[in-house]
């Protein structure tokens, strides 16, 4: 079993930075992929970034590509997002997922995720 918590989130202006870190208990997260996720009232769950469970192959959602990046420090079992250049646009709550089935890739899809965070908000001021 994996529990997983998210940090980092917050208010800020647009053009700012701010960095979550998805933190994990259990051995077993540092062989899972791993996805961050946002979601606003009334919208569905949306696809951000994820990294293999090596870290060897990682993938953004085509709106925070070049502003946002993902990592994982496998021996503190996290996952972080640092995103860069906000915009009011990106505010949401984001979550962070483990895909526990092994695998070379990073999933997309929401529906290959076992484990989920509670999520953290993020607040972009105009």
């Known amino acids: 079993q994996v529990q997983l918590v998210e940090s980092g989130g917050g208010l800020v202006q647009a053009g700012g930075s701010l960095r979550l870190s998805c933190a994990a208990s259990?051995?077993?997260?540092?062989?899972?992929?791993v996805g961050w996720f946002r979601q606003v009232p009334g919208k569905e769950r949306a696809f951000v970034a994820a990294i293999s469970w090596s870290g060897g192959n990682i993938d953004y959602a085509v709106s925070v590509k070049g502003r946002f990046t993902i990592s994982r420090d496998r021996a503190k079992n996290t996952v972080y997002l640092q995103m860069n250049s906000l915009k009011p646009e990106d505010t949401a709550l984001y979550y962070c997922a483990a895909d526990s089935t092994f695998r070379s890739t990073a999933a997309r899809s929401l529906s290959e995720y076992d484990y989920w965070g509670q999520g953290t908000q993020v607040t972009v001021s105009s």
């Open positions: 259990g051995r077993a997260f540092s062989n899972y992929a």
